[in-house]
């Protein structure tokens, strides 16, 4: 007969909101269980955000040699080492894993099972041999990479984010499927690195950002040969390992072949409810993930979900967000409500592409009345010093000046997005953002001065012009 553990918490995947949620219950010396059937660290570390910035950072290296000669530097042509790039890539991932490691766990505490969940009644679990019965539960079991029903693909040796970074040897023109942000981060790398690509995308890339602000990115792209073609669809593939045919159909029905060494699908991702027994726990989902309120509970009010298979945006820091309310909401016993207008995002491109709250078409399709603010990163002097001027601040203001939208696309744009979240989050006004003191000069100068150009207005009114004039005769 299988044993019961009887926890405060169970928690199911041990990617980065599984983890955070069962070390900061542990801290608060709670009983926690922590279920995950694959390598610690999930999606994030081993196959998602920390290799693939590790992969864009050696893009960056190269391309920095490349543009040397702007600075009076000549370097010649990188010569990349491929293999030696993934070796830097697999070192990344050592040096954050033992963070995230099962001997790191049970220090703080926490009962680690390695095996696969699948709850077996509402308030039981199954997890290698043994029955887990806590008083709640966190489905934090993530996503996996969609891979779409094209004729021809299944026989192929086809990449998705999970196998791209196991190769060790530069493709020779890599085929991407899709033009979200995974597709285009991977496709600046793989160029940057010597490879020839090739982005095939049904609709428009980057198609969830502002188009203004994506098409700064997708034109820098194309200056650095990466082919991006837009409204067409894959419709077969054929060929074999290192010689793929990806066939492509344009709205007006005609077809196109490209040809090439590698095919990557990257056309998004589908949450893990598979094998977890949702329905006999008396949990509703569907194939957008669990379904959950604004406090993260499913229709089984023991159970929580977050992160991306909670059916809501699909990043880190999302995961991260909701770790912090359900601990909230489990141990402190606090009422908890998901902002999803606060939470950011950023393609790790170069430039970067950022954005918090709405964007402009967004704000129309909603019918809120914005004002919309733009500054150039050509205005600021840290960007004519680095030479990283393309891109620009989109704020989107509201009534009384608040803050209620911010885009950003340039050097530097991620960590921008970081002062715009904080400004939305808190619900901060315009004057905020032009009063603070910045630093100069640095890239954040941009936001404070498009904040202040939402005043300048006020300078030129004959009201405001008489009183200066009138206080100036007072001495």
Request: with cysteine; charged share 20%; proline share 5%.
């Amino acid at each position: 007969m299988a044993s019961i553990l009887s926890p405060d918490i169970c928690v199911i995947g041990a990617g980065s909101g599984g983890l955070s949620t069962a070390a900061a219950a542990a801290a608060f010396g709670a009983s926690v269980v922590l279920v995950e059937r694959g390598a610690m660290g999930g999606d994030c570390l081993n196959y998602g955000c920390v290799p693939s910035k590790a992969l864009i950072a050696a893009g960056r290296h190269a391309a920095a040699i490349r543009e040397a000669p702007a600075f009076g530097i000549s370097a010649g042509e990188p010569r990349v080492d491929f293999s030696a790039v993934k070796d830097h890539v697999a070192r990344v991932i050592a040096a954050i894993a033992p963070n995230d490691s099962v001997e790191r766990f049970e220090s703080l505490g926490v009962t680690v099972i390695k095996a696969d969940a699948a709850f077996v009644d509402p308030r039981t679990v199954s997890a290698g041999g043994q029955l887990i019965r806590a008083r709640r539960f966190v489905v934090a079991a993530g996503s996996s990479p969609l891979v779409p029903p094209i004729e021809g693909l299944s026989g192929m040796p086809y990449l998705t984010n999970e196998s791209v970074f196991g190769l060790r040897e530069r493709p020779e023109h890599l085929v991407i499927v899709g033009g979200g942000p995974i597709g285009i981060e991977l496709a600046q790398a793989h160029r940057r690195l010597g490879s020839a690509v090739t982005v095939i995308e049904g609709e428009r890339a980057l198609g969830r950002d502002d188009p203004e602000l994506s098409a700064v990115v997708l034109r820098r792209l194309r200056e650095e040969g990466v082919t991006i073609t837009e409204r067409a669809s894959v419709v077969g593939v054929s060929g074999g390992a290192g010689a793929v045919a990806v066939e492509m159909q344009r709205p007006d029905g005609t077809r196109e072949t490209v040809r090439g060494s590698h095919i990557l699908v990257a056309v998004g991702r589908k949450p893990n409810v598979e094998g977890l027994g949702l329905e006999v726990g008396g949990i509703a989902f569907d194939r957008k993930g669990i379904s959950v309120g604004r406090d993260l509970r499913s229709s089984n009010r023991r159970v929580y979900a977050i992160g991306d298979i909670a059916g809501g945006p699909q990043f880190t820091h999302v995961a991260n967000y909701h770790a912090g309310l359900v601990i909230r909401a489990i141990l402190f016993r606090l009422p908890v409500k998901e902002r999803r207008d606060q939470l950011p995002h950023v393609t790790f491109t170069e430039p970067e592409l950022g954005q918090v709250g709405p964007t402009e078409a967004e704000a129309e399709v909603r019918g809120m009345a914005v004002e919309v603010l733009r500054w150039p990163l050509a205005e600021n002097d840290r960007a004519q010093a680095e030479r990283r001027t393309e891109g620009l601040v989109k704020l989107l203001v509201g009534k009384g000046g608040r803050l209620i939208g911010a885009g950003v696309v340039g050097a530097e744009a991620g960590e921008m997005t970081n002062l715009f979240s904080l400004a939305i989050s808190r619900g901060l006004k315009l004057s905020a953002l032009a009063d603070f003191v910045s630093p100069y000069p640095t890239f954040a100068e941009i936001g404070k001065r498009a904040a202040v150009s939402y005043y300048q207005p006020y300078a030129r009114r004959p009201l405001v012009r008489r009183a200066v004039a009138l206080l100036s005769r007072l001495g």
